[in-house]
């Protein structure tokens, strides 16, 4: 079973960059949820939020709950949060929930999770009709 990892640095004082690593779900999100409650104090006003998501391979819809979360709270102290180098599964999750507003869509959050699963596990397998 993948857990989650997470890495962070400040390159400066009004900036952090976590890496998150593994997989962010229903199991793993409080771990990031309880990270950032630490970080986010210790950047300057404003500030900047770098979160790469490079070696994530996997998210749910709790894990984008986390993300909704971190950008929320930058924005509401003026800051900035940006996500880098997602893999083709995890970004096709971001294009997903960006186009359609998932809760008109999806009847549960285990019905979104499902579809999800099912779409990240497409494409990493190749499945040609993802």
């Known amino acids: ?11 400066a004082p009004d900036r952090v960059i976590v890496q998150v690593g593994g997989r962010l779900d229903a199991m793993t999100f409080g771990e990031l949820d309880e990270a950032m409650l630490a970080l986010l104090p210790r950047l300057d006003a404003g500030g900047t939020v770098v979160i ?9 819809s709790a894990g984008l ?11 509401a102290r003026g800051g900035h949060t940006l996500l880098l180098n997602p893999q083709p599964q ?26 999800l699963d099912r779409m990240q596990r497409q494409i990493i397998e190749g499945d040609s009709d993802a």
């Open 52 to 60: 790469d998501l490079a070696g994530l391979e996997y998210v749910s």
């Open 1 to 11: 079973m993948m857990t989650l990892s997470l890495h962070s640095e400040f390159p």
């Open 65 to 75: 709950r986390s993300f909704a979360k971190i950008r929320k709270s930058m924005r």
């Open 90 to 115: 995890v970004r096709k999750v971001f294009d997903i929930v960006k186009a359609v507003p998932v809760s008109e869509v999806f009847t549960s959050t285990q019905e979104l999770d499902a579809y």
